[in-house]
T-cell receptor, first 116, second 113 residues
């Protein structure tokens, strides 16, 4: 149980392209999902907290207009990297928390984004 | 603010060796503590957790005890296997806060046959 699916797992695109990453909770409902960014050999940096039906809460230093988050249902949150540039290349990971529980967060397998 | 400090890696061990990865934390209130494991190219998996002082989390031969007096949550395993090779993250979540996870920097473990 408690499976989080992230899609795509790997994407390569040209600079200036917008890229959408999906995060789905497959067997539970999640009012809250989290988006992290992980640089090579480093820890996870929380980018934003996604709340179903409301605006996302972004961490300090994260550009809201650059990283658009939509949490339209209890099982789906999306992260769109707009007008991506090479410096946006990274490993993006989502996690979701079951509405019936407090912790732990269940993590997706991540999306490796490479901008050429 | 809340923070987690993990021992620097990488750690390289032979199969069946004893493993300890140190983790200490700074937090207000009474946080929950976690160890997550990340295998190459994958997301994070919860390994074990403890929600209050003196609790011991355990899973797959790994153990960690929530020590409030030393603000520590060290990860141990008596006999590691090659399949344990991964990056291990210590993390906390503060009930009085926003429920966000605060991660340590991660410790890469390589187990050689």
């Amino acid at each position: 149980g408690a499976v989080v699916s992230q899609h795509p797992s790997w994407v390569i695109c040209k600079s200036g392209t917008s890229v959408k990453i999906e995060c789905r909770s497959l067997d539970f409902q999640a009012t809250t999902m989290f988006w992290y960014r992980q640089f090579p050999k480093q820890s996870l940096m929380l980018m934003a907290t996604s709340n179903e039906g409301s605006k996302a809460t972004y961490e300090q230093g994260v550009e809201k207009d650059k990283f658009l988050i939509n949490h339209a249902s209890l099982t789906l949150s999306t992260l769109t990297v707009t007008s991506a540039h090479p410096e946006d290349s990274s490993f993006y990971i989502c996690s979701a928390r079951d509405v019936q529980g407090y912790q732990p967060q269940h993590f997706g397998d991540g999306t490796r984004l490479s901008i050429l | 603010g809340d923070s987690v400090t993990q021992m620097e890696g990488p750690v390289t061990l032979s199969e069946e060796a004893f493993l300890t990865i140190n983790c200490t934390y700074t937090a207000t209130g009474y946080p929950s503590l976690f160890w997550y494991v990340q295998y190459p190219g994958e997301g994070l998996q919860l390994l074990l957790k403890a929600t209050k002082a003196d609790d011991k989390g355990s899973n797959k031969g790994f153990e960690a005890t929530y020590r409030k007096e030393t603000t520590s949550f060290h990860l141990e395993k008596g006999s590691v296997q090659v399949s344990d090779s991964a990056v291990y993250f210590c993390a906390l979540s503060n009930v009085s806060g926003s429920e966000k996870l605060v991660f340590g920097k991660g410790t890469k473990l390589t187990v050689n046959p």
